[in-house]
């Protein structure tokens, strides 16, 4: 692999950074952003030339200058309509994510500032008269990828759809490492990934395609560290008639306020493993209950391809839990082989669809904000 890649991966207090040089991981820091810092912008999105200038100049400290980077890489951001893949970044996804119109999130950011370095190189390569090369910025597996079955999208009402919003990048990445280890020339296998961490999704793929998955932002699926995952409608219906709680204050409930937050005031699930193992039994009965709520929701993908499923895949930050990715296993098993593939590897996962951008061995997406892309 030959390049420099520049990995950009925005969240809400913090900026991941990663630098590889010929498929070599330099450095990744993580820059954070203090609550004073932030505290001077009144939306996410006015934090994009801050962030910018806090990226550019950290490059600087560590003497890498324009030249010596030839694609920016970004986590993608909330827009649609999308399917999973590479996309260069144009200003129709500037627009969608700079107006927040499908979402706001930190990682709108992301696509933006990296659209911006790509700029400032190409700015540098023209003052030098280098004509003999292009930066371009590009993101990788967007969260909003829509690649569902028809029958997956139905819900219970027409005014509520099922909708598409998972961790893509890592899933697909899970994946694609898996296809690596076990020989396998094209994408050719049914799987189930569960990516656990602060949300949880858990998607389908089948050949390739995401073919179901549940809304890991939107109150759909097992509960998490810190979100209530589906919740029943009649007691939620109450919460938000009883007087007691605001718009803003039920969606923080739901969202960042509930799951091992709502029993427990942490979302450190290693803490309340270690509560439980000390004899807590409230909290030995939690982390049971966790690990039976994600397997429960594996195994009903599997009804979506009629079980036939190759491999089951657990990832993300809390399957460096072996208690959990076993009691998973046992619960699980009997669908298909379970594999453990832990932590996320974002900024490893942007940086291989880069070196595949360079190589030319990857299909790069134009984006249209009002049509869906076809692969």
Known sequence: MKGKVVAIDTGSTSTKLGYFVDGRKVFEQKLVHNAEELSAYSHVMQQDTM????????????????????????????????????????????????????????????????DDIAEMVNERLAQEGDTSRVCHAYIADPPMADEMLPECRIGGLPEFPRRAFFHALNSRATVKKY?????????????IVAHMGGGITITLHRNGKVIDTNNGLGGDGPFTPERAGSCPAFPLIEMCFSGRYTEAQVKKRVLGQGGAVAFFGTNDLAEIERMGLEGDEKAATFIKAFSLNVAKYIVSLAATVEGKVDVILLTGGTANSVAITEDIRRRVAFVAPVEVYPGENELESLAENAYAVLEGKVKVHLYDKDKIVED
């Not at 706001?104 to 950011?109: G, I, Y």
């Not at 296809?179 to 799987?191: F, Y």
């Open 179 to 191: 296809l690596r280890e076990h020989g396998h020339a094209a994408n050719d296998i049914t799987a």
């Open 51 to 114: 962030r910018r200038d806090v990226v550019a100049d950290f490059l600087r400290s560590k003497n890498i200058y324009y030249k010596d980077i030839d694609i920016v890489m970004a986590r993608g951001g909330l827009f649609s309509p999308v399917i999973t893949g590479v996309y260069k970044v144009n200003r129709d996804m500037r627009d969608v994510l700079l107006t927040c119109r499908d979402g706001t999130h930190a990682c709108n950011l992301s696509a933006v500032i990296a």
